[in-house]
């Protein structure tokens, strides 16, 4: 079992920063391939970016690339995602989620994560 624990949300005008945590718990936490979703309301939960259990290899969304950095601490199992220039449209709820096994091809599709965590509210508006 991996528990997931997001932190960091909160309200930003546009253009500011916000560092999303999850604190991963488990006995193989630190094996597991990770990444953000986010849900915005009335929308679908959508792929934000997603890192490999080893730190090596990481993907984003077209909409976040050069804004979002994603990242991971495995001494301490935490993973970060930085938001730069942040916009409107970015409000969602965050969610963090793990996977064991490949990182594979198919790291945008939410189906294929095993956990989750409760979710951080990120508001953008002026």
């Known amino acids: 079992q991996v528990r997931l624990v997001e932190s960091g949300g909160g309200l930003v005008r546009p253009g500011g920063s916000l560092r999303l945590s999850c604190a991963a718990s488990g006995r193989t936490s630190s094996t597991y391939n990770m990444a953000w979703f986010r849900q915005a309301p009335g929308k679908e939960r959508e792929f934000v970016s997603a890192?490999?259990?080893?730190?090596?290899?990481?993907n984003y969304a077209d909409s976040v690339k050069g804004r979002f950095t994603i990242s991971r601490d495995n001494g301490e199992n935490w993973v970060y995602l930085q938001m730069n220039s942040l916009k409107p449209e970015d409000t969602a709820v965050y969610y963090c989620a793990a996977r064991g096994g490949s990182y594979g091809s198919n790291y945008y599709n939410a189906e294929t994560y095993n956990y989750w965590g409760q979710g951080t509210q990120v508001t953008v508006s002026a």
């Open positions: 890192i490999s259990w080893g730190g090596t290899t990481t």
